[in-house]
């Protein structure tokens, strides 16, 4: 017993990682390929080391993913040893987390006790975003990873004043920049902090030490980004979602401050807005007032005026109504609950712009608790911040050698947290995924403040009512998340808020009798709340395995099976979203395929959405016109000209409603003057819905799908249309 004892760390840690493998691994192969705008470009970068390189999204070399290479470099890497499937491609997340998981119980574990670095490391297994997330080939979970592992790195460099160690956990942070741009970038705050006021050398030295680490920090992070806006734009890919061509300008524009500005033209599914008024992207649609599509041929969902339904037909420029039942084509009926600002409750997007009223909800300070994202992370938050608290308590009252190693954590965590909560309330664009950067600090903070709650709670004075305290605030939160949840709320409420209201009144009643030898009920109490307050982060965090994951944005809770049940369309969930076997028609496959005479690329698309797809399943190049949104000034009509006389291209797709180009309606305009309609019944599985077109390409169909609506130019039928 007293070996067991010994190792109870040990045990408990390993029972951890084991969940959080389960968590993240289990079912992995049922997600598909996840997120097919990252496994198109994996594909591609398997098929040559130009591509490789470059982190190209067609095997064709047209356009590069818009993101840096390093992370998807990661998932290459896996495919090529394990083969291309999906559950490779996700596998380097899914460890990624595991490892994550390690490195906060390390890190905590460190000076606050192996029992806080335990209950450190069940939070962060159980923090939903973070388990959603790392079921997908997102690249967020080894953007955490990569950053916990420079945060080590700066911890030892503090306490050693080892000016290589900061070098390091610098160049990490760097090489995280590769992964997800200034993403990660939000930890710097923390770590210029530590190092500045807490490291053991002279202030001179901090400076000069801190000066050359920055050096270093940027030299790491902009290395791949130098090297390809170097390189001539005739010799590699487009820079994707950048508007000159450059990944510097895609790291501070889109990927930058954008994230925290908005976007003009964008909604939360990150594909242009259309409600504009005109046309911002390849396939697009020039609706007013909102009504439009997203690249995928779905409605952007945007509550048009006074009520007014965006299928009428006298509101929506070239677009017929749906059928007489009033029921859109191929179920594409909105969800239930539909509020006109995204997905109903959960939203895609919708007014405000993306990351606005939709997907995030709206700007505010306590935006963090809405029902968009409370959900995905905030269940532990009040305890996190008691945590803070216990640590600058203990910093005012601690005037030994401890006092610097305290200040050092408080520091580290509080200057974490702190700008990601301010972000995450003003940023006008961002995905709830993004919301994973939270979960380390909030779960080292959380098992900081159970442990450090604990100690005092022994003490005299008001002290001691901050453990209690701290159960019921949380307990209080917890119940008015779940209030949210009819089908849950009845359930979990009375469990989670009983449970833990009646240990936090048990533990005021021990100190109020003064009942200090007590210890094992105490702890038991303490063990007791505590663990009711995890129940409902644990079942969130199982949803994705419950329910099927949302691959492409990935998003935890009882929506997913909403969503599920109410939603006619998916973006990228595992059981029924974005794969190639229910995106792509196999008719149109076959015959691009067939009907092929040697030319580069087998179609253009409007987009990366509609050219997944088709990349994945034939391993051919397909032009994505516009990049991930359809929005990217890549083709003119004159180098469209160029490519079909030299053989490069013959057939072009178009889709969606009005066929606007945005700046590129040239474009669009040459397409329909001088290609011919490929009868549909030739290459599509389903005939389109009132389709039409006139000399500048509008159609008026609403389709989904690749191969299910559309209309499908021929560009060079000198060659012949004898369609095989």
């Known amino acids: 017993m007293n070996y067991i004892r010994g190792i109870w760390h040990k045990i408990a840690l390993f029972l951890i990682l084991v969940l959080t493998g389960f968590l993240c691994f289990y079912a992995i192969g049922k997600e598909g390929y996840a997120n097919t705008y990252y496994s198109a470009a994996v594909k591609s970068m398997l098929s040559s080391w130009h591509n490789f390189f470059f982190v190209s ?11 840096p290479a390093l992370g998807l470099w990661l998932q290459a890497l896996s495919a090529w040893i394990f083969g291309f499937h999906g559950w490779s491609l996700i596998l380097p997340e899914a460890l990624s987390t595991v490892i994550s998981v390690a490195l906060v119980y390390h890190l905590v574990q460190r000076f606050f006790g192996k029992t806080a670095g335990i209950v450190s490391a069940l939070v962060l297994a159980l923090t939903p975003i973070l388990i959603a997330v790392s079921r997908t080939n997102n690249l967020d979970a ?11 790195a700066l911890i030892v460099a503090a306490e050693r004043g080892c000016f290589k160690l900061l070098l390091l956990s610098m160049a990490l942070v760097g090489l995280g ?21 807490t490291s053991s050398v002279k202030i001179g030295k901090k400076v000069l030490h801190l000066i050359v680490a920055t050096v270093i ?3 790491v992070s902009l290395s791949w980004a130098v090297i390809v806006d170097l390189t001539p734009s005739d010799q590699r890919p487009y820079v994707g979602s950048s508007q000159t061509n450059s990944v510097i300008e895609l790291a501070l524009g889109y990927n930058g401050i954008q994230r925290v500005t908005g976007r003009e033209n964008g909604n939360g599914m990150g594909v242009p807005n259309m409600g504009n008024g005109r046309a911002d992207a390849v396939g697009s649609t020039t609706m007013p007032n909102g009504n439009g599509q997203d690249g995928n041929g779905q409605p952007n969902m945007q509550a048009p005026p006074n009520g007014q339904s965006p299928w009428d037909n006298g509101n929506s420029p070239n677009l017929q109504g749906p059928p007489d039942n009033g029921n859109l084509p191929d179920g594409m009926n909105p969800p239930d609950g539909f ?9 895609f997007g919708g007014a405000g712009g993306p990351g606005g009223a939709g997907e995030a909800g709206q700007k505010g300070v306590f935006r963090i608790f809405n029902q968009q994202m409370a959900g995905q992370i905030s269940w532990l938050l009040p305890i996190a911040l008691f945590g803070i608290l216990m640590l600058v308590l203990r ?34 664009y961002f995905h709830r995924y993004y919301l994973c950067m939270l979960a380390p600090g909030l779960a080292a903070l959380s ?8 100690k005092v709670y022994f003490k005299s004075g008001w002290k001691c009512f901050i453990l209690p305290a701290a159960l019921i605030a949380n307990a209080a939160l917890q119940g008015f998340m779940l209030s949210r949840y009819t089908e849950w709320s009845k359930i979990l409420i009375p469990i989670v808020v009983g449970i833990s209201l009646a240990s936090a009144l048990g533990l005021i009643l021990v100190r109020s009798l003064k009942k200090d030898y007590l210890g094992k009920t105490i702890k038991t109490l303490v063990a007791i709340g505590f663990a009711a307050l995890l129940i409902a982060p644990a079942i969130w ?7 099927g994951s949302e691959t492409t944005l990935p998003n935890a809770g009882p929506e997913l099976n909403r969503e599920n049940d109410n939603r006619g369309f998916s973006q990228g969930r595992g059981d029924m979203g974005l794969s190639p076997e229910n995106t792509s028609s196999s008719k149109l496959i076959s015959f691009l395929t067939n009907n092929n005479t040697g030319e580069k690329y087998l179609v253009a698309v409007s987009s990366a959405t509609s050219a997944s797809p088709i990349i994945l399943q034939t391993g051919k190049p397909v032009m994505a016109v516009g990049g991930f949104l359809g929005s990217d000034p890549i083709l003119t009509a004159d180098k469209l000209e160029t490519m079909v006389k030299n053989g490069e291209i013959r057939y072009f797709l178009v889709q969606g409603m009005g066929g606007g180009f945005g700046s590129q309606s040239e474009v669009s305009k040459w397409v329909a003057e001088h290609g011919i309609e490929v009868s549909s019944d030739k290459w599509s599985d389903t005939a389109s819905i009132g389709s039409n077109t006139n000399k500048q390409g509008t159609l008026n169909q609403f389709g989904r799908g690749m191969g299910r609506g559309g209309i499908l130019y021929d560009l060079a039928p000198d060659k012949g249309t004898n369609y095989k």
């Open 339 to 347: 509020n006109g600002e995204g997905r109903g409750p959960g939203g």
């Open 217 to 219: 920090l940027m030299a």
């Open 142 to 152: 080894s953007l955490v990873m990569v950053l916990l592992l420079a945060t080590w």
């Open 395 to 428: 910093v005012r009252e601690n005037g030994g050698s401890d006092k610097n190693t305290i200040t050092r954590y408080l520091l580290l965590w509080g200057a974490w947290i702190a700008p990601m909560l301010a972000y995450f309330s003003i940023a006008g």
């Open 57 to 67: 999204f067609d095997p064709g070399g047209f356009v590069s993913v818009d993101k």
């Open 447 to 454: 098992g900081i403040g159970i442990v450090e709650m604990w």
């Open 541 to 547: 965090a199982y949803t994705p395995i419950l329910y």
């Open 177 to 197: 920049f590769n992964i997800k741009m200034l993403q990660a970038f939000m930890v710097l705050p923390a770590f210029y902090l530590v190092y500045l006021f």
